[in-house]
């Protein structure tokens, strides 16, 4: 079992930056690879990034590539988001998902297990 708590969300301008970060509870963190989706209202949650178990495999949707940057740190059972040069279109509910002991990126929804409760991102033209 994994809990996920996110956290780091909230209103930027356009060009500005924030962190998100998710904070996970229970033994087989380590051993998951993690990934960050996102949802607006009336559209499907899509995936923004994930992150293999050992960090050496990562992925990012090509809306977010090259501004943004997954990262994890298994001794604080803790993965990233940093994101840069936010656009209004990147505004969003973000969440922190994990996959039940798998150790390798999924890019489905349906691939995770556990997620979080979401944060709320908002970015200001």
């Known amino acids: 079992q994994v809990q996920l708590v996110e956290s780091g969300g909230g209103l930027v301008q356009a060009g500005g930056s924030l962190r998100l970060s998710c904070a996970a509870s229970g033994r087989t963190f380590s051993s998951s690879a993690m990934g960050w989706f996102r949802q607006t209202p009336g559209k499907e949650r899509e995936i923004v990034a994930a992150?293999?178990?050992?960090?050496?495999?990562?992925y990012y949707a090509g809306s977010v590539k090259g501004r943004f940057t997954i990262s994890r740190d298994n001794a604080k059972n803790s993965v990233y988001l940093q994101m840069n040069s936010l656009k209004p279109e990147d505004t969003a509910v973000y969440y922190c998902?994990?996959?039940?002991?798998?150790?390798?990126?999924?890019?489905?929804?349906?691939?995770?297990?556990?997620w979080g409760q979401g944060t709320q991102v908002t970015v200001s033209s």
């Open positions: 992150i293999s178990w050992n960090s050496g495999s990562r």
């Open positions: 998902a994990a996959r039940a002991g798998d150790l390798w990126v999924g890019v489905y929804e349906y691939e995770y297990l556990y």
